[in-house]
């Protein structure tokens, strides 16, 4: 019988029973006393003892279900203690069984999203490998139990060209790739961690980053075994699409506990020495070192210091003379970019001119520059000196800049300084990449006067074709193509076809960092039309370049 069906039978007998009794009762007040009022009291005490009767026996099961919902607010609100497996109250299954199968099958379903979010927030979607935040609680676990004496290593893995993946190929595919590269790791994994105790760990940070985590190895030899097994297996062609893909991988290395004995300082370690090893073209290896973390500590200061350097005035430029190998005569200067650092003293451009690249602080510098040559030929324009042409360096990220050639006309206008008074230098790499527009701007300033010039040529990756086609007046040798022309028949070859490469397309060719009267004379030979280096003049102020170029007569040669 049903709990219900007996709660109903119950009642009636109850209520039958106290109307049975008010009866009795009644009957034996009517028979026994006399008087009138005393008969409607007793009458009324029968009735209101029937009625508190039948009161009580309908309140039964409401009492019942009020216990009930008490029970299951107590059981709701164990939720706030992380309760979520025990099951509805059995008071309430008793009494509400479809009320407490929907708690259960509520609680069933919190559970189980809990467990699909925790999921998502732990393992990376694309791979299905442990991501950032897995990664760095397991190995902090590990570390934390790791015994005294035991090296562990930590490897950083980035692809080389993933990026050009992504590009040609559509994301789809780079996730594709990614799945690729995720198994070949595992199967390295899982081949090292044969026969060992502590398995390694494997994630995927972001992007194209994978790491790696070796609890435990015998030597520091072992470690570096490791890395160069990943650049090999990373090296093979994948097959993607149809298509035979080759990226390459850069990792970085760095062990605990002599590069660190926290998962932050292990992380960051692998990281720089990560990106070593891809600064120095990638697809190889590279370990953490004492002179790595002083360079990036250097790196991280100039990159502070930069940022105040112009405001600070700490700038200057030195200008170096370029001379006529023909004439003897004095054609031009650069206007070489020094730092006076307040506590480094000069600083050479290749030791900051990166940094600023990167950081984007090149684009004041490139500002400042155009602003001092533009007062140096103004000034020179006064005194009567009669200086044809000052260059200077333009860089990349300057041409990225929509307002660049505006900014340049600006300074250059505002200061009275006609176009025809400035040579613009370019990189070799810069000219060969840069956009249609961009080079119809620099052919717009060709045309209203200026020269313009690539510098450094012979050591980026030149379009002969393109090289035709650009707007330019002069070509500037790298200086590693002359340093051995005196000694090296080999190089005077080399610098011979560049010579006659250059003449065919129409321009002047200039020698930078010649130090020797029989290099200046060799490249007189070859037929080089202007040469600069430390051979007749060092980069000096602007004051000293005055002086100089006022005494230094007619006679002047390289010779």
Known sequence: MKVGTAQKISNVILSGLAGVASFLFSLYAFVTLTRLPEQIT???????????????????????????????????????????????????????????????????????????????????????????????????????????????????????????????????????????????????????????????????????????????????????????????????????????????????????????????????AADLAMYQAKARGGHQHCRFSDALAAEHRLRLDTEKALVDAVQRGEFVLALQPQLSLSSGAVTGAEALLRWNHPTRGLVPPAQFVPVAEQTGVINEIGDWVMAEVAAMLASWEGEGAGLRRLAFNVSPRQLERSDFFTRLRQIFGEAGVPLGRIELEFTETAAMECSAAVLEEIAALRRDGAAIAIDDFGTGYSNIARLRQLPIDRVKLDPSLIHDITTSEQARVVVQAVIQLVRGVNCELVAEAVETVAQADILRAMGCETIQGFVFAQPMTEGEFVRWTGHAGQGRTAA
């Open 42 to 268: 007793a009458s009324l005490v029968a009735g209101a003892f029937c009625l508190v009767v039948c009161y009580l026996a309908s309140e039964r099961p409401n009492s019942e279900r009020s216990r009930a919902l008490a029970a299951l607010r107590d059981r709701l609100l164990a939720v706030e203690e992380g309760d979520l497996t025990s099951p509805a109250p059995a008071i309430v299954q008793r009494n509400m069984p479809k009320v407490a199968a929907a708690v259960d099958s509520l609680f069933a379903e919190v559970r189980s999203s809990i467990d699909n979010a925790h999921a998502l927030g732990m393992y990376d979607p694309v791979t299905s490998l442990p991501n950032r935040l897995n990664f760095r609680s397991e190995v902090e676990r590990m570390l934390s139990h790791s015994s005294e004496g035991r090296t562990s290593v930590m490897l950083f893995l980035d692809l080389d060209r993933f990026k050009a993946v992504n590009d040609s190929f559509g994301h789809a595919r780079g996730d594709q790739l990614l799945v690729m590269v995720a198994n070949r790791l595992r199967v390295v994994i899982n081949s090292e961690a044969a026969g060992k105790a502590c398995r390694p760990l494997l994630a995927r940070l972001a992007g194209d980053e994978f790491t790696l985590f070796f609890p435990e190895i015998a030597a520091e030899s072992e470690a570096e075994r490791l890395a160069r097994r990943l650049v090999l297996a990373i090296g093979e062609p994948f097959e993607l699409g149809g298509h035979s893909i080759d990226i390459g991988a850069s990792v970085g290395l760095a062990m605990s506990p002599r590069h660190g004995a926290t998962v932050e300082e292990l992380m960051r």
